[in-house]
């Protein structure tokens, strides 16, 4: 079968048409543009939000709260556009401060 292996060899040529095959031929074969050495060494910053201070973190907990509680806010989550979880938090956080500066 020699048509075969003659397609294999030029399936390989087309490859490495210049016997190059370093990243820079590479990216320019594919339309990319290629990284320079600086490039390399400092690589860009994560994407995504920066951590939170410790201060600003919350804590996972599991609660119960009676339904009347949770209907009300829901309620008060939806015409302020944000979340019930949200709601409740701020209320609770509301309370505390204005007992801890009284």
């Not at 390989?12 to 060494?41: C, F, H, I, M, W």
């Not at 994560?46 to 939170?52: D, Q, S, V, W, Y």
């Not at 309620?75 to 209320?91: D, F, L, M, P």
Request: charged share 30%; hydrophobic share 25%; aromatic share 6%.
């Amino acid at each position: 079968m020699p048509v075969q292996e003659d397609i294999y060899f030029e399936l390989q040529d087309s490859k490495t048409s210049n016997g190059n095959n370093d990243s820079e031929s590479v990216a320019k074969k594919r339309g990319r543009p290629s990284k320079n050495k600086s490039q390399l060494d400092n690589p860009a910053r994560k994407a995504g939000r920066p951590p939170k201070r410790e201060e600003e973190k919350y804590k996972s907990t599991h609660i119960c709260f009676h339904p009347k509680i949770v209907e009300w806010a829901k309620a008060e989550a939806k015409r302020r556009g944000v979340g019930y979880q949200s709601v409740i938090n701020e209320t609770l956080l509301e309370h505390i401060t204005s007992h801890i500066t009284s």
